[in-house]
């Protein structure tokens, strides 16, 4: 184990010029790993560059950094496209260089350009206070970040920043402690702003000169014991959701700091936080990037991650992990802890323990998480609804057992076929989630209505409820995960699974080892590994395996 400072010192910045450079010198036609940088079409790219070209400059001040800054803000001001978070990434860097009192670099014409560039009526309607286009609940945050920064650099004399906050305190709050964010109901998403919006929503109480409520400051307390209890030695983060991969590591290193720098997290658990951070730091570096092409690579060599965060923002996902190693340095300089070494490791857990997160309840619904640790393994178990594989009820740990993302079928679920033809699984609509601990026991019983399937190999779409009642029962105990679907009469049925290193027994015959395919013992991943699908008929009403880790 290194310490933060030996670990960031020498990579992060010199990582970040070779991608300005690159940029610079090749244009539009600049490459990662085979992959175009500029492929960009929401302007995210050009306004990330533009803020690791200000940091640059206000890092080593000079007149190449200036030209390549200016560069960079006159082509934003005159032919690249501009929407959300690119417009976020310009005013936070504009907010930055006039923190530093370097304004002038700017021209008046070009901040006159960048006053209309960046405005956020195009997404947001300031008179009702709603989203336009579709766009899921997680913009009010990017709408009400845009209205404070440009109030604050003068851009906008009407104060809108106010209204939309409470608009924003109106969608948060009505969830439980944890967090959630049910961006289109009644499917819902989880993902770094289901527990990362707490932390959001204190930023935005602090940029409008506000006192953070003590209910907030519980909330985030609740979201960064999420991350901590799911600490462990790999540096995995969140495992399910679109915060897989890459972002779920950052997430968790993110959310961790935030508790440390607000004094959030108890004294006691201050050592292991430490050696956490590191550990996800080693991983960022040792593991995600690949030194032979200079680039994070979260695509190729077992590495995938969803489509959403396809190769066309290779430069996007580059800038923002190497923003957040420098500032995971900047925050171990600033709590004294960039020199440390933990005496000791996370330590391993005797029996298993289980942290148990509601995120909502409304009447015949509940959505819930449970992070649950036994030795050295970390499982996160979802119950918050189904928009594709990461979200399934299944108990996932990265490196164990794990659904390859983007795989259109059931993983470790039965499917079940009714005499009328339809097929539904119980991976939704969830009424009753209960958790009981006995000793080193843990027990977790699901109970509710099963889904109907538009088709078993694909989940895009959900038929909706239907009238089929199921209860599972998931039982962990020594070194096993057991697991029993339980349904009202027999039917005909499948259990289709993929990806799992270890054995998994279903009910007398049992699948060798999928192997890993990584290039890195330490740090593998799962999810381009050889697919097994079994299908097996005939159980009855009663369905089950054994994973044995």
């Given at each position: 184990?290194?310490?933060?400072?030996?670990?960031?010192?020498?990579?992060?910045?010199?990582?970040?010029?070779?991608?300005?450079?690159?940029?610079?010198?090749?244009?539009?036609?600049?490459?990662?790993?085979?992959?175009?940088?500029?492929?960009?079409?929401?302007?995210?790219?050009?306004?990330?560059?533009?803020?690791?070209?200000?940091?640059?400059?206000?890092?080593?001040?000079?007149?190449?950094?200036?030209?390549?800054?200016?560069?960079?803000?006159?082509?934003?001001?005159?032919?690249?496209?501009?929407?959300?978070?690119?417009?976020?990434?310009?005013?936070?860097?504009?907010?930055?260089?006039?923190?530093?009192?370097?304004?002038?670099?700017?021209?008046?014409?070009?901040?006159?350009?960048?006053?209309?560039?960046?405005?956020?009526?195009?997404?947001?309607?300031?008179e009702t206070l709603s989203l336009k286009n579709g766009l899921p609940t997680n913009y009010y945050?990017?709408?009400?970040?845009?209205?404070?920064?440009?109030?604050?650099?003068?851009?906008?004399?009407?104060?809108?920043?106010?209204?939309?906050?409470?608009?924003?305190?109106?969608?948060?709050?009505?969830?439980?402690?944890?967090?959630?964010?049910?961006?289109?109901?009644?499917?819902?998403?989880?993902?770094?702003?289901?527990?990362?919006?707490?932390?959001?929503?204190?930023?935005?109480?602090?940029?409008?000169?506000?006192?953070?409520?003590?209910?907030?400051?519980?909330?985030?307390?609740?979201?960064?014991?999420?991350?901590?209890?799911?600490?462990?030695?790999?540096?995995?983060?969140?495992?399910?959701?679109?915060?897989?991969?890459?972002?779920?590591?950052?997430?968790?290193?993110t959310e961790i700091l935030f508790a440390m720098r607000n004094g959030l997290l108890d004294k006691?658990?201050?050592?292991?936080?430490?050696?956490?951070?590191?550990?996800?730091?080693?991983?960022?570096?040792?593991?995600?990037?690949?030194?032979?092409?200079?680039?994070?690579?979260?695509?190729?060599?077992?590495?995938?991650?969803?489509?959403?965060?396809?190769?066309?923002?290779?430069?996007?996902?580059?800038?923002?992990?190497?923003?957040?190693?420098?500032?995971?340095?900047?925050?171990?300089?600033?709590?004294?802890?960039?020199?440390?070494?933990?005496?000791?490791?996370?330590?391993?857990?005797?029996?298993?323990?289980?942290?148990?997160?509601?995120?909502?309840?409304?009447?015949?619904?509940?959505?819930?998480?449970?992070?649950?640790?036994?030795?050295?393994?970390?499982?996160?178990?979802?119950?918050?609804?189904?928009?594709?594989?990461?979200?399934?009820?299944?108990?996932?740990?990265?490196?164990?057992?794990?659904?390859?993302?983007?795989?259109?079928?059931?993983?470790?679920?039965?499917?079940?076929?009714?005499?009328?033809?339809?097929?539904?699984?119980?991976?939704?609509?969830?009424?009753?989630?209960?958790?009981?601990?006995?000793?080193?026991?843990?027990?977790?019983?699901?109970?509710?209505?099963?889904?109907?399937?538009?088709?078993?190999?694909?989940?895009?779409?959900?038929?909706?409820?239907?009238?089929?009642?199921?209860?599972?029962?998931?039982?962990?105990?020594?070194?096993?995960?057991?697991?029993?679907?339980t349904f009202e009469k027999e039917y005909d049925a499948e259990i289709l699974y993929a990806g799992?290193?270890?054995?998994?027994?279903?009910?007398?015959?049992?699948?060798?080892?999928?192997?890993?395919?990584?290039?890195?013992?330490?740090?593998?991943?799962?999810?381009?590994?050889?697919?097994?699908?079994?299908?097996?008929?005939?159980?009855?009403?009663?369905?089950?395996?054994?994973?044995?880790?």
């Amino acid at each position: 184990m290194q310490s933060i400072r030996t670990l960031i010192t020498e990579f992060a910045y010199p990582h970040l010029d070779y991608l300005l450079s690159l940029v610079d010198r090749d244009g539009d036609a600049a490459a990662l790993g085979g992959f175009p940088c500029m492929a960009d079409n929401g302007g995210t790219v050009i306004g990330m560059l533009i803020r690791a070209a200000a940091d640059a400059y206000l890092r080593a001040p000079g007149e190449e950094t200036r030209a390549r800054l200016c560069r960079f803000f006159s082509r934003i001001t005159e032919d690249s496209p501009l929407h959300t978070w690119g417009k976020l990434s310009v005013l936070t860097t504009l907010r930055m260089l006039q923190n530093a009192g370097e304004s002038d670099i700017l021209s008046p014409k070009t901040m006159e350009l960048l006053c209309r560039r960046t405005d956020y009526d195009d997404f947001f309607d300031r008179e009702t206070l709603s989203l336009k286009n579709g766009l899921p609940t997680n913009y009010y945050h990017v709408a009400h970040s845009c209205a404070c920064l440009r109030e604050e650099l003068g851009f906008d004399t009407a104060l809108y920043s106010g209204k939309i906050a409470e608009k924003l305190l109106e969608v948060i709050c009505g969830t439980d402690s944890g967090g959630w964010m049910d961006e289109r109901p009644p499917r819902g998403r989880f993902d770094s702003y289901s527990i990362g919006m707490n932390r959001s929503m204190v930023g935005m109480y602090r940029s409008l000169g506000m006192e953070v409520p003590p209910e907030l400051w519980a909330r985030c307390r609740e979201s960064a014991y999420i991350h901590f209890a799911n600490r462990n030695r790999c540096g995995t983060g969140i495992s399910y959701g679109r915060s897989l991969s890459v972002y779920g590591d950052t997430e968790s290193m993110t959310e961790i700091l935030f508790a440390m720098r607000n004094g959030l997290l108890d004294k006691a658990d201050i050592p292991e936080a430490v050696a956490y951070l590191i550990h996800i730091a080693e991983k960022l570096i040792r593991f995600w990037y690949r030194p032979d092409g200079k680039w994070f690579d979260i695509w190729t060599g077992g590495r995938a991650t969803e489509s959403y965060r396809g190769p066309h923002r290779v430069l996007e996902v580059n800038l923002e992990i190497t923003t957040r190693l420098v500032s995971l340095l900047h925050d171990a300089v600033a709590l004294g802890f960039a020199d440390t070494i933990p005496e000791n490791d996370i330590a391993p857990v005797a029996g298993w323990e289980c942290r148990e997160t509601v995120f909502q309840k409304e009447p015949g619904k509940m959505r819930a998480l449970y992070v649950l640790r036994h030795g050295e393994h970390s499982f996160m178990f979802p119950f918050v609804g189904a928009a594709g594989t990461s979200y399934f009820p299944f108990p996932s740990e990265a490196y164990t057992a794990e659904a390859p993302v983007e795989q259109y079928h059931p993983f470790l679920v039965p499917v079940l076929t009714t005499e009328d033809g339809r097929e539904v699984m119980p991976i939704w609509y969830f009424d009753d989630v209960k958790m009981e601990q006995t000793g080193d026991t843990v027990s977790i019983t699901a109970t509710g209505n099963c889904c109907e399937t538009d088709r078993v190999y694909n989940l895009e779409k959900m038929r909706g409820e239907t009238d089929i009642r199921f209860v599972t029962r998931y039982v962990f105990r020594d070194n096993t995960v057991n697991v029993c679907f339980t349904f009202e009469k027999e039917y005909d049925a499948e259990i289709l699974y993929a990806g799992i290193r270890d054995c998994v027994t279903f009910y007398g015959f049992s699948e060798e080892t999928v192997s890993d395919i990584s290039d890195d013992e330490t740090f593998h991943t799962p999810h381009g590994a050889e697919t097994f699908c079994k299908t097996a008929h005939g159980f009855g009403r009663k369905f089950g395996y054994t994973l044995t880790l």
